[in-house]
């Protein structure tokens, strides 16, 4: 929201108005809200379940000490949830695709584990949530971030390529000046690591591309399900998950933030104009 307020209040020049042209000072003001939130909200909401006494219910697992996990508030996925989503819609730019995905992503994964925590504690079901209820919720949700992903015309990449050095004779890679769409993936620490998945539907002849396209959303749907449940694994007793996710956080951050500057500046470079 705020994003959009001074994007308005450029127009009448006033100083500090384009802040949020920059997205090193976005992603500052974010970190700096998103923390105030888990911080003053959270030991209010803690504090809160605790009162009402919603409680973590333990399978016996035969594993010792478990049952003193026993009464553990539940349903601190929400400080989170908060944290995440409330910077966001503050200071993100919300017509941008990819803000847009993580937003439903969040709320709709964030869906499942309250119904998941809500029938453990309100039913005093220590099941939760049953397992195939879960897993039409991770592939729904892997489906709509695939096809969006198929048919937005925003999701577009940069193509590696390999440009020779006449000097020195080395081959270097570099990238396409235009933007394409593709069904391509990027395969980190191999030196070429664009993979299309349209070469593993060749024998598909002309249909080879839209094969590509289908197992590039069958794939999408699986990370999807994979990474959601592997949190769930993760979290187990203790709560594991917390640690896990501020160091995928972390990098998460990093990869957002560098990302973002390579499409500013490439934005920019578009929009220049010599001479003027």
């Known amino acids: 929201?705020?994003?959009?307020?001074?994007?308005?209040?450029?127009?009448?020049?006033?100083?500090?108005?384009?802040?949020?042209?920059?997205?090193?000072?976005?992603?500052?003001a974010a970190l700096v809200l998103s923390l105030f939130i888990a911080i003053v909200f959270g030991r209010r909401i803690i504090d809160r379940l605790q009162l009402m006494q919603v409680g973590e219910i333990i399978r016996d697992l035969g594993l010792e000490g478990q049952m003193k996990k026993t009464g553990t508030p539940t349903m601190g996925g929400v400080i989170i949830i908060m944290s995440i989503l409330i910077p966001c819609l503050l200071i993100g730019n919300l017509s941008n695709v990819y803000m847009i995905l993580m937003i439903v992503a969040t709320l709709w994964l964030g869906t499942l584990g309250f119904l998941d925590d809500y029938i453990k504690v309100a039913r005093r079901d220590k099941d939760g949530l049953k397992g195939k209820f879960k897993i039409v919720g991770q592939v729904g949700l892997g489906l709509i971030v695939g096809l969006t992903m198929v048919f937005s015309p925003e999701v577009v990449m940069r193509e590696n390529i390999e440009v020779e050095n006449v000097e020195n004779h080395e081959v270097v890679i570099t990238y396409e000046p235009e933007n394409v769409?593709?069904?391509?993936?990027?395969?980190?620490?191999?030196?070429?690591?664009?993979?299309?998945?349209?070469?593993?539907?060749?024998?598909?002849?002309?249909?080879?591309?839209?094969?590509?396209?289908?197992?590039?959303?069958?794939?999408?749907?699986?990370?999807?399900?994979?990474?959601?449940?592997g949190a769930n694994l993760t979290d187990g007793l203790d709560g594991l998950a917390t640690g896990t996710s501020a160091i995928i956080g972390v990098a998460l951050a990093i990869m957002a933030y560098l990302g973002g500057n390579i499409i500013y500046s490439s934005?920019?470079?578009i929009m220049y104009i010599p001479g003027s």
């Not at 307020?5 to 042209?21: H, N, Q, T, V």
């Not at 069904?183 to 590509?212: C, E, H, R, S």
């Open 267 to 269: 934005y920019l470079n």
């Open 1 to 28: 929201m705020l994003y959009y307020l001074f994007s308005y209040l450029e127009k009448f020049d006033i100083p500090g108005a384009r802040l949020m042209d920059y997205i090193t000072f976005r992603s500052g």
């Open 181 to 229: 769409k593709s069904a391509q993936t990027t395969i980190p620490f191999v030196k070429n690591n664009n993979f299309d998945y349209a070469y593993l539907t060749q024998w598909m002849g002309k249909y080879a591309v839209t094969g590509g396209w289908i197992l590039f959303v069958l794939v999408t749907i699986f990370v999807v399900t994979a990474t959601s449940n």
